[in-house]
């Protein structure tokens, strides 16, 4: 199950990250046209706006007011 390689948390001062554990189909953050790779053992911060791609599905990120 995918959820399981692509776990998302948000650490005590509400910043938002993304790991991937080694998935098959990689995790990228999508930010101004640039794709950036979420790389095994490395998590990433999310700041909205941006697009998730996990695999090959898509997620937007924006910014809830």
């Known amino acids: 199950q ?3 390689y692509r776990p998302i948390s ?15 189909n990689g995790t990228y953050i999508i930010r101004d046209g640039q794709e950036a790779q979420v790389l095994k053992g ?4 999310l ?10 599905q898509f997620f937007q990120l924006t910014e809830r007011q």
Request: aromatic share 10%; no cysteine; proline share 6%.
């Open 2 to 4: 995918a959820y399981r």
């Open 10 to 24: 948000i650490d005590q001062n509400g910043t938002l990250w993304i790991e991937d554990y080694g998935s098959l």
């Open 42 to 45: 490395k998590p990433r911060e």
């Open 47 to 56: 700041d909205a706006p941006a697009t998730l791609r996990i695999g090959d």
